[in-house]
């Protein structure tokens, strides 16, 4: 796997998603200050409605670019077998869907496509990311999922 591609593959996602959640923060402010949303009545919600999405719009749109800044600012390194997994890992689990993951320091859920494979950022916050930072390449994890308990192994830290 071409972590550098995955890596930037990851960036150009966040990027899209900042300019995404910047233009949707612009087009709902100025529909909140538009004359047509102004209050006929005490019951007119319409401008109150219109500028709580705004602000949740402009929130969003700032976590975007902190985890955009956070991702550029983390330095790719490569990791060997002996190494423990930490931030900036792939992790490859095996078992019956060979799961891929990058440990990232947000934006946790984000996913890309990588030569033909999926590519799912976890956090080191995520309950998975806490079972795997430390561990190797070659130890196996059980993992609860749906309530099922089933069992890993790393196959690959990179």
Same mark, same amino acid.
Do not use: W
């Given at each position: &796997?071409?972590?550098?591609?995955?890596?930037?593959?990851?960036?150009?996602?966040?990027?899209?998603?900042? =300019?995404? %959640?910047?233009?949707?923060?612009?087009? #709902?402010?100025?529909?909140? %200050?538009?004359?047509?949303?102004?209050?006929?009545?005490?019951?007119? %919600?319409?401008?109150?409605?219109?500028?709580?999405?705004? &602000?949740g719009?402009?929130?969003?749109? =700032?976590?975007?670019? *902190?985890?955009?800044?956070?991702?550029?600012?983390? %330095?790719?390194?490569?990791?060997?077998?002996?190494?423990?997994?930490?931030?900036?890992?792939?992790?490859?689990?095996?078992?019956?869907?060979?799961?891929?993951?990058?440990?990232?320091?947000?934006?946790?859920? #984000?996913?890309?496509?990588?030569e033909?494979?999926?590519?799912?950022?976890? #956090?080191?916050?995520?309950?998975?990311?806490?079972?795997?930072?430390?561990?190797?390449?070659?130890?196996?994890? *059980?993992?609860?999922?749906?309530?099922?308990?089933?069992?890993?192994?790393?196959?690959?830290?990179?």
């Amino acid at each position: &796997m071409n972590k550098p591609a995955i890596f930037a593959a990851i960036l150009a996602r966040l990027t899209a998603e900042l =300019e995404q %959640t910047r233009q949707a923060a612009l087009a #709902t402010h100025a529909e909140a %200050t538009d004359d047509e949303n102004k209050s006929e009545d005490k019951y007119d %919600t319409r401008g109150l409605e219109a500028s709580y999405l705004a &602000m949740g719009q402009s929130k969003k749109a =700032e976590e975007a670019a *902190q985890s955009l800044a956070q991702f550029q600012a983390l %330095t790719l390194r490569d990791f060997a077998a002996a190494d423990p997994i930490s931030l900036g890992a792939l992790v490859v689990l095996g078992g019956r869907e060979g799961n891929c993951y990058f440990i990232g320091p947000r934006a946790g859920g #984000t996913e890309i496509s990588h030569e033909g494979r999926d590519v799912l950022v976890i #956090t080191p916050q995520s309950p998975l990311g806490r079972q795997l930072l430390g561990r190797h390449q070659g130890e196996s994890l *059980q993992l609860d999922l749906a309530g099922r308990l089933s069992e890993y192994r790393i196959e690959l830290v990179a």
